[in-house]
């Protein structure tokens, strides 16, 4: 399982764009880059997944380069609930025996 | 179409007790996995069960059992309680074959040891 590095914590006003960038330099060519959303007491939201250049959906954008050794999420105009914890995860998509892989993530405080 | 729903929400032990939290899958999903979060870390994988089999296990003593019944629904068993077993416990049920995009959690059940 391909191990994934992010910063601990970032702050960011409200409005503003946030982008939270993961290393995951020996991502194997079947892994996806998956995205959750995590607020205390609460389990895990998915937010975003990609496998390579850029998906969008209604709340994110997800931005990986070429040589997949790293992504980024992108938070338009970010709001006071959206302070929480993102994790970064990679990982097969496929059938068999799979686990997702949890950092310690990224622990966004959004500011008024 | 209904969530993930875990019980009891918070629950309170003694050391060397035994405890039996509960997983009810989301409506279609036939993968449960359950996952351990201590405080200030993220979720680690205890198991997972597809069609009542298990088939998958993470670095979890063998204390740590789980059952998966006919309807999806599950159950997470520890023996012998120990304090260091005081976390969020999440249950994820998942369709076979979308693991990553398919995986919805409860909100967990908070265990304390005493």
């Known amino acids: 399982l391909a191990k994934t590095t992010q910063p601990i914590s970032m702050d960011s006003y409200e409005g503003q764009e946030v982008n939270i960038t993961c290393s995951h330099n020996?991502?194997?060519?079947?892994?996806?880059i998956t995205w959750y959303q995590q607020f205390p007491s609460q389990g895990p939201r998915f937010i975003i997944q990609?496998?390579?250049t850029k998906v969008t959906n209604e709340v994110a954008s997800l931005f990986i380069p070429a040589d997949r050794k790293s992504s980024t999420l992108s938070l338009p105009r970010v709001s006071l609930s959206d302070t929480a914890v993102y994790y970064c995860?990679?990982?097969?998509?496929?059938?068999?025996?799979?686990?997702?892989?949890f950092g310690k993530g990224t622990k966004l405080s959004v500011i008024p | 179409e209904t969530g993930v729903t875990q019980s009891p929400t918070h629950l309170i032990k003694t050391r060397g007790q035994q405890v039996t939290l509960r997983c009810s899958s989301q409506?279609?999903?036939?993968?449960v996995s359950w996952y351990q979060q201590a405080l200030g870390q993220g979720p680690q994988f205890i198991f997972q069960?597809?069609?009542?089999?298990?088939?998958g296990r993470g670095n979890f003593p063998p204390r740590f059992s789980g059952l998966q019944f006919p309807n999806y629904s599950s159950e997470l068993n520890v023996n012998a309680l120990e304090l260091d077993d005081s976390a969020l416990y999440l249950c994820?049920?998942?369709?076979?074959?979308?693991?990553?995009?398919?995986?919805?959690f409860g909100s967990g059940t908070r265990l304390t040891v005493v």
């Open positions: 994820a049920s998942s369709l076979w074959g979308l693991a990553n995009y398919g995986y919805t």
């Open positions: 020996n991502i194997a060519t079947n892994d996806y």
């Open positions: 990609g496998y390579k």
């Open positions: 995860l990679v990982g097969d998509s496929g059938a068999g025996s799979y686990q997702l892989t």
């Open positions: 409506s279609g999903h036939n993968t």
């Open positions: 069960y597809y069609r009542e089999e298990e088939n």
